[in-house]
């Protein structure tokens, strides 16, 4: 052996891989980056795969007993992949002409690391490259240009990174839109308390984007007090498109032939009309199913979601803010209806040059942009117009799904950078080795075991896929899982204690009653559609009594 080096090539040696013997088995481990010296190419970077350890000498008799002292005669041996190194005009090149067995391999050193694998002159702090002090960069310009998707099982920490990169890109004036269904994203406002991570190691510190960042409601702030503003969709001349899109599984052709007489109508009559002229017109209609269509237009009525005074795209997407669209206690139809009318104004906005480049961020992207088949949302087609076209007009696309899937092949094809966490569920692993670059078997066993914090990337800035260890979030995590047995513990209380079997001692409730005890609220009066008997989708969405 050589002095320094971890191993020597031995056996048949390839050009893109070859097998190490290793005479120390605490010299390297499993994924650990190693170079040797090439005749043509000079240092070569490559990584070793997989490690196997076996013995000749190993006895029945040691094996029966269960002991064994003398383990030096163990063959321990390496199969390691090739990456390559830079030639002189700095694109990745692998040797051509195969390695010499016998030669010594050396830990590669960082420098080497980082030119060959191409993690230097970028400018987005991701974490760290899995077991080293080596910091991965991504390029804010690659990837809001070329789109990204974080995919993971539950609990494995894809919100946590969908965090830290919305944190890079706040830092850098990049305008978000974020699509929240879980309120998980309110917490940028807040830092980060020193005790929730270890800020030295990843060289980062606590900070809140509260001056950044505004939490918009489409419900109200009696249903999400934590919202700064109520967000409204234009309800202003609405086509027969936009109203069906709501609730496209309602609506017979007899139901679209009448709204679509009454909305052309008023077209002809009005330059300016609302969803109550609509609703007034199609109760003009002499068919029987007319009261079917009035009754779904005033469940959109009830829901409060349309306005004549909407919210403006300008005020939005705005240079270094971020605007989170928080859909506590929204249904899912409205949900999809107000992401496809809101993407669609955004998209329009973009192309005319109205707002400036920004990101559109996606959370549970396989409820808005569903696989054919699975299932269909008014939100589908113009998410995968922007994952398409939105990179000509400096319009980014970020989606975060557990379910790789169920997500629209045509919108995750079109992602250059995809931070890939554990996932275990086989239709998914099978969906990210056909649908992604870059992904193939050995890759697919590694997402099987990462553990949680540690994430796959596979980027067209980075020559490979990596293992990166995400940074610590300098905003605080609003994603936790909920402690239920702690929770239960709070909200306990001891069961009042029997005097004679088959008692039981008065509750306050039906003592004498005092000053403290209020008299029950007055009913209030059942809206037009409840009174006649339609329930209401109000009721639905928010839950009213």
Same mark, same amino acid.
């Given at each position: ?22 005479? /120390? ?6 994924? #650990?980056?190693?170079?040797? =010296? ?64 016998? #030669? ?34 991504? +390029? ?8 990204? +998707? ?10 946590? %990174? ?16 974020? $699509? #929240?269904?879980?309120?998980?994203? !309110? ?7 020193? #005790? ?20 918009? *409601?489409?419900? @109200? ?6 919202? /700064? ?42 330059? %300016?009309? *609302?969803?109550? /002229? ?6 003009? /209609?002499?068919?029987? &199913?007319? =009261? ?47 992401? &496809? ?40 087609? $113009?998410?995968?117009? $922007? ?52 992904? @193939? ?40 899982? $909920? ?16 005097? *004679?079997?088959? +008692?039981?001692?008065? %509750?306050?409730?039906?003592? !004498? ?33």
């Amino acid at each position: 052996m050589v002095r320094g080096s971890v191993g020597v090539i031995f056996g048949e040696a390839g050009t893109l891989d070859f097998k190490m013997l290793i005479p /120390d088995s605490t010299a390297v481990h499993r994924s #650990d980056y190693v170079k040797a =010296w090439h005749e043509t190419d000079g240092w070569v970077l490559a990584q070793l795969l997989s490690i196997t350890r076996s013995s000749d000498s190993y006895s029945f008799k040691e094996a029966k007993n269960g002991k064994r002292t003398d383990k030096s005669g163990d063959k321990i041996i390496a199969d390691v992949t090739v990456i390559g190194t830079r030639d002189n005009a700095g694109l990745l090149r692998a040797p051509l002409i195969p390695f010499s067995p016998g #030669d010594p391999v050396y830990k590669a050193d960082s420098d080497l690391i980082r030119s060959v694998l191409g993690l230097s002159g970028k400018d987005m702090y991701l974490g760290l490259l899995d077991g080293t002090n080596i910091t991965v960069q991504l +390029s804010v310009n690659s990837h809001v240009q070329k789109h990204c +998707s974080i995919l993971a099982k539950t609990g494995s920490g894809k919100s946590y %990174t969908a965090g830290v990169l919305l944190e890079e890109m706040l830092d850098r004036n990049i305008p978000l839109l974020i $699509i #929240d269904p879980h309120s998980e994203y !309110a917490s940028l406002k807040e830092a980060a308390s020193f #005790d929730s991570g270890d800020f030295k190691k990843y060289g980062v510190s606590p900070k809140g984007y509260g001056s950044q960042v505004t939490i918009y *409601t489409p419900a @109200n702030k009696v249903i999400n007090p934590a919202a /700064d503003e109520v967000f409204r969709l234009n309800g202003t001349n609405l086509t027969i498109k936009e109203l069906i899109a709501i609730f496209p599984d309602n609506y017979t052709s007899t139901h679209m032939g009448i709204l679509y007489e009454a909305v052309q109508k008023l077209k002809a009559e009005m330059e %300016t009309y *609302t969803l109550d /002229d609509i609703i007034f017109e199609v109760g003009n /209609d002499k068919s029987k &199913a007319k =009261w079917n269509v009035i009754n779904l237009l005033e469940e959109i009525r009830e829901t409060g979601i349309l306005s004549t005074n909407p919210t403006s795209i300008k005020e939005l997407i705005q240079k270094g803010r971020a605007a989170v669209i928080d859909f506590k206690g929204v249904a899912p139809d409205i949900q999809s209806m107000i992401v &496809a009318r809101l993407c669609t104004t955004m998209f329009e906005a973009r192309k005319i040059n109205r707002i400036p480049p920004g990101m559109l961020v996606i959370e549970e992207a396989h409820n808005f942009a569903p696989e054919r088949g699975f299932s269909k949302t008014a939100s589908s087609e $113009i998410l995968r117009t $922007i994952a398409s076209e939105g990179r000509k007009f400096g319009l980014g696309l970020m989606v975060i799904s557990q379910r790789p899937a169920r997500i629209d092949k045509n919108v995750l094809s079109q992602c250059g950078t995809q931070i890939i966490m554990k996932v275990t569920n086989p239709n998914d692993l099978k969906s990210i080795s056909k649908g992604l670059e870059g992904v @193939n078997s050995y890759v697919e066993e590694e997402l099987k075991r990462l553990p949680p914090g540690v994430a796959m990337l596979v980027s067209n800035d980075i020559e490979r896929p990596i293992l990166i260890d995400i940074r610590v979030r300098k905003a605080k995590h609003g994603g936790e899982s $909920i402690n239920v047995l702690k929770s239960a513990r709070s909200v306990s209380t001891p069961m009042p204690k029997s005097t *004679t079997p088959g +008692s039981r001692t008065k %509750t306050r409730s039906e003592s !004498a009653p005092t000053a403290s005890v209020k008299s029950p609220p007055p009913k209030r009066k059942p809206s037009r559609s409840e009174e006649n008997g339609n329930g209401g989708l109000f009721k639905k969405i928010f839950g009213a009594k």
